[in-house]
């Protein structure tokens, strides 16, 4: 655990230093931002990618090494398979080398790089998106789910055309990053949910379908099933050890609130704001329900690192006064969680042939 905590510091200093030296950018009418500095960005992406890609252990890293060994990943075996693309690419390193190493550094590297690029793109305080995608457990599940938090990271990419609506671009990348992993595919039917205004009718619509589901999850867990029967999660019909964490759903709540409470000014400096309420809203339902059964948590790969991007938009929604006790409260209960979730309640240990403190 002691090379994480190591990162957390490496990285919230760099990116911290990433905008001091930032440069003003226009990021819509009349709205002005930063543009953190690209060297400094440069070092955080590098310390990410070093540390998740050098691992040799977390979540289910050891059963892909494995994978990764004893396979031969010849053509005739995989080109039938639904995910060919991680079957494609397994198979062209294997052409060079039998070191399952280079398929973990690879993934880690992608993953990471898109998912700095583009908070490094949408942030309004970078060192803060950096601080809580590391704090918030994103970053350690990134090195868990290796396959879908890829497919996550690579429709991530897509932001762009998300806010821009340039839906068959957006379609495009959504297809291919299900060639990683087919859980991607429900980000198409996703675009035209949250491709409209924030906390209007159809917001209060979803909160009470969240409702209906946590209520009622025993009579409606049959259909839930029913619909995901033919992907990787249907194993977990008859998984009985109950749900996700309730205060992590309450982390998912955290930045809803404060983005709700100051929705007009939100709007007016950041003006993609709807679109990223809308996905943290969904990530909020999602986890929400999954205190039903844990297994829907993993949707919510797909949804989290939208969190990351508001939150590092809600310290300016307060009066210029406050900003700096708000900074600080941020960075120190997110400390705290970091702690629990991931000293308290997981005892992640990191393992690493490479890098050992």
């Known amino acids: 655990?002691?090379?994480?905590?190591?990162?957390?510091?490496?990285?919230?200093?760099?990116?911290?230093?990433?905008?001091?030296?930032?440069?003003?950018?226009?990021?819509?009418?009349?709205?002005?931002?930063v543009k953190p500095n690209k060297w400094m960005t440069a070092i955080v992406m590098g310390v990410f990618v070093l540390i998740a890609g050098l691992r040799k252990n977390i979540g289910d890293t050891s059963s892909y090494m494995y994978s990764y060994r004893i396979s031969e990943f010849k053509w005739d075996d995989i080109k039938d398979k639904q995910e060919i693309g991680f079957g494609i690419l397994q198979m062209i390193l294997k052409s060079f080398t039998e070191d399952p190493q280079l398929l973990i550094f690879l993934t880690a590297l992608v993953t990471n790089v898109l998912i700095v690029y583009v908070l490094y793109k949408y942030s309004r305080l970078f060192e803060i998106s950096i601080y809580i995608y590391i704090t918030s457990g994103l970053y350690i599940v990134s090195m868990n789910g290796v396959r879908q938090f890829l497919?996550?990271?690579?429709?991530?990419?897509a932001t762009k055309y998300l806010f821009e609506g340039k839906w068959l671009r957006y379609f495009l990348v959504v297809a291919f990053a299900s060639t990683f992993h087919q859980s991607a595919l429900i980000l198409i039917p996703i675009y035209f949910i949250v491709r409209r205004k924030a906390w209007t009718?159809?917001?209060?619509?979803?909160?009470?379908?969240?409702?209906?589901?946590?209520l009622g999850y025993s009579v409606l867990s049959d259909a839930i099933f029913a619909?995901?029967?033919?992907?990787?999660?249907?194993?977990?019909?008859?998984?009985?050890?109950?749900?996700a964490n309730i205060i992590r759903v309450a982390i998912g709540a955290v930045p809803l609130v404060f983005a709700y409470l100051g929705r007009n000014k939100l709007t007016e400096i950041f003006p993609y704001s709807d679109y990223v309420v809308n996905m943290s809203l969904l990530n909020f339902i999602v986890m929400a329900v999954a205190t039903q059964n844990w297994i829907f948590?993993?949707?919510t790969i797909y949804f989290g690192l939208y969190n990351v991007i508001l939150m590092s938009w809600i310290i300016s929604l307060f009066a210029k006064r406050q900003q700096k006790f708000i900074y600080y409260a941020i960075l120190g209960?997110?400390?705290?969680?970091?702690?629990?979730?991931?000293?308290?309640?997981?005892?992640?240990?990191?393992?690493?042939?490479?890098l050992n403190f």
């Not at 994480?4 to 009418?29: E, H, Q």
């Not at 009718?201 to 946590?214: G, K």
């Not at 619909?227 to 990787?232: E, N």
């Open 297 to 299: 948590a993993r949707f």
């Open 201 to 214: 009718s159809s917001t209060f619509v979803l909160l009470s379908m969240a409702v209906m589901l946590i």
């Open 1 to 33: 655990m002691a090379i994480l905590w190591v990162n957390l510091v490496v990285v919230y200093i760099a990116s911290y230093f990433s905008r001091i030296l930032a440069k003003p950018l226009t990021i819509g009418p009349g709205s002005l931002s």
């Open 151 to 157: 497919a996550s990271a690579i429709v991530f990419a």
């Open 227 to 243: 619909v995901i029967a033919d992907t990787h999660y249907s194993e977990y019909k008859e998984f009985q050890e109950g749900g």
């Open 333 to 354: 209960f997110y400390l705290i969680y970091f702690y629990y979730e991931n000293v308290v309640t997981l005892n992640i240990i990191y393992k690493s042939d490479y």
